[in-house]
């Protein structure tokens, strides 16, 4: 069984990568292979394979080649139909808890680290024998907390390659390996043995010198980051999940003429099911009795809800927002629109490419040296007849110093204090991952509907003919919309409440007349309040002012609704999609930050081109399916640029997992939300602005901190190599990078938005 990606494809689920520079070999491995071209994402743990027409290669051939690399590798199993019972929603955790082993490995590891690392930093609090009691609670540490790093660095071994788990390993058990050595055959356990601080340089042959606290507290640093980083990962696949439970759960369809309600599973191609308003559309289909009025906004990203009769085709997860439907199905489960696009989104991820972590670049080069360099140092002693002693001793003081400790504090202090001032600001960053797309992104695509603007219609202008006033017709027309379920009826109506100020009457009687408009009688007034055909046909003939007025508001994509009572046209009132008050200082803001603002949406050029005027957006790209929104990214991405880009709706999931940098607006759907990187939890686009300066001011401390943490290394090392390492000078200066790298990622606390969410920002 294969998982097809194209007519020649497989994508793979592969186990055991632990840093990105595992993705690189595997992907290299397979490559290798005759007809493959392998693209193997480390953030999504998975390998889309393209396989030639004549490899003659089956997905058991790649399996087995994965496997020989040192990893593993599935076919990923079909997604499950979506139930209430069966299936999570995006935000509850996946049944089984696979992150609970790790947890406890970071518990053990932590409280027995604490008394370790404490003994040995307070001389005063070394009492007799305490360093066996180091001894005592290190051992579970080393042994069992860096298991995953040391089953990692055999991998690596027997596979001929080096990463961190490689140095960790060695680090952590050169460490423990030494002061076992110091304890027993050394001075070390010699009672009332202190650590005291003394800063000289001079050779020494190790024998007193214990290094319990680094191999412990390394090793707990590390699991805290792995940690924090499986939780990230695993919510990889909450985007897919989130679109799936924008589907109706169940549907009722017609059999024998009566309704009959089973789940939306069941469902057959020319099945005949009912759709009430504020019901959603259970699957693709033709309608084939009613009409009424859809909301399709979050499939296709158009603002004006869009008007359905016999023979039209809706979408499945839309939502009925009008009257009574009967829908016949023409397409169901992974033929659907949404299943497609949930596909556009999983693709999108998986072709994304993996951020190659900083640590695992410049270790490719610094693991190797460290061990070339021990290796070196240990034979150049014994080759100058120093005894075998004091070799060991500069070759276990070279991977010592070399033990990544700050290394291990760098991104996850950092990441960690970043999106905790970031949640303050109401910015949520994933990952680290991200950080390093903000630096790179020149682009800036902005999803119009929900995002530049409010996403809800509203009563925008009130035109009225000679001798009508402006009260008059909102009071009339506002109480007959009242009465209907139409969303341009409610935003008219809500317009007319809030404008007047005063309760609407009560329509003495009302008609709903589908596609056209209503009619009813309101204080004695006969009133027709909708499309211009309406009022024509009733020969109410609309005066040229407002007749100019509605051209006008059509020209700029707006919607006219025209209102008429006792034989007579007499107002146009214009409802649009309101642009936020606050977009047009958010496109200034981004542009401030060298990003180019492009507008993308679903809806008319026209909508689209009036909204970017008022924002001061040059470029519009206007009338895309959330199909053309990935490939407008992607066509951006092949000019060269680097593109980030902020939307909210599910239309746009599948770009923001193409783009580069996807920010999502917590207003919008869990599926966009899930897509992107960055979330925006306000519905104020001038966070996104803040959003990229925060992220760009944490991966700055993280560069900053990896910067100190190697160049002590690189220091140290020669003084290690020629055996002057006093161990002292070691542990005080291993301990300094750490409060260096700690205090330098709580800089990020003091980060300033430029808008505040409230009294504190």
Known sequence: MTTAIGEHGVELEIGGMTCASCAARVEKKLNRMDGVTATVNFATEKAQVALAPDSGLSTADLIATVERTGYTATVPAPPAPVSDAAHPTATEEPAGDALGPLRQRLLVSLALTVPVVLLAMVPPWQFTYWQWLSLTLAAPVVAYGAWPFHRAAWTNLRHGAATMDTLISMGTLAAFGWSVWALFLGHAGMPGMTHPFTLTISRTDGSSAIYLEAAAGVTTFLLAGRYFEARAKRKAGAALRALLELGAKDVAVLREGREVRIPTGELRVGDRFVVRPGEKIATDGTVVDGSSAVDASMLTGESVPVEVAPGEAVTGATVNAGGRLVVEATRIGADTQLARMARLVEEAQNGKAA??????????????????????????????????????????????????????????????????????????????????????????????????????????????????????VLRLAGALEHASEHPLARAVAEGAAARTGAALPVPEDFTSLPGLGVRGTVEGHAVLVGRERLLTEGGQVLPPALADAKAAAEASGRTAVAVGWDGAARAVLVVADAVKPTS??????????????????????????????????????????????????????????????????????????????????????????????????????????????????????????????????????????????????????????????????????????????????
């Open 355 to 472: 951020a190659q972590r900083l640590a695992d670049r410049i270790s490719a080069v610094f693991v190797p040296a460290v061990i070339v360099l021990a290796l070196g140092t240990l034979a150049g002693w014994l080759l100058t007849g120093a005894g075998a002693v004091a070799a060991f001793t500069a070759a276990v003081a070279v991977l010592i110093i070399a033990c990544p400790c700050a290394l291990g504090l760098a991104t996850p202090t950092a990441l960690m204090v970043g999106t905790g001032r970031g949640a303050q600001l109401g910015i949520l960053l994933k990952g680290p991952e991200v950080l390093e797309s903000t630096r790179r992104v020149d682009t800036i695509v902005l999803d119009k509907t929900g995002t530049v603007t409010t996403g809800v219609m509203t009563l925008a202008e009130v035109h009225t003919a000679e001798g009508t006033t402006e009260d008059e």
């Open 584 to 761: 047009a200082e958010a496109v200034r803001r981004l542009r401030a930050l060298g990003l180019t603002p492009v507008l993308l949406t679903g809806d008319h050029r026209a909508v689209a081109e009036a909204v970017a005027a008022e924002v001061g957006i040059d470029e519009v790209i206007a009338e895309v399916l959330p199909e053309d929104k990935v490939a407008v990214v992607a066509r951006l991405q092949a000019e060269g640029r680097s593109v980030a880009m902020v939307g909210d709706g599910v239309n746009d999931a599948a770009a923001l997992a193409r783009a580069d940098l996807g920010l999502a607006m917590g207003t919008g759907t869990d599926a966009a939300i899930e897509a992107g990187d960055l979330t925006l939890v306000r519905g104020d686009l001038r966070v996104a602005a803040d959003a990229i300066r925060l992220a760009r001011a944490t991966l700055g401390t993280i560069r900053g901190n990896l910067f100190w943490a190697f160049g002590y290394n690189v220091a140290a090392l020669p003084l290690a190599a020629a055996g002057l390492l006093n161990p002292m000078i070691a542990g005080a200066a291993m301990a300094f990078s750490s409060v260096f790298v700690v205090g330098n990622s709580l800089r990020l606390r003091r980060f300033r938005a430029l808008t505040a969410p409230d009294a504190r920002g």
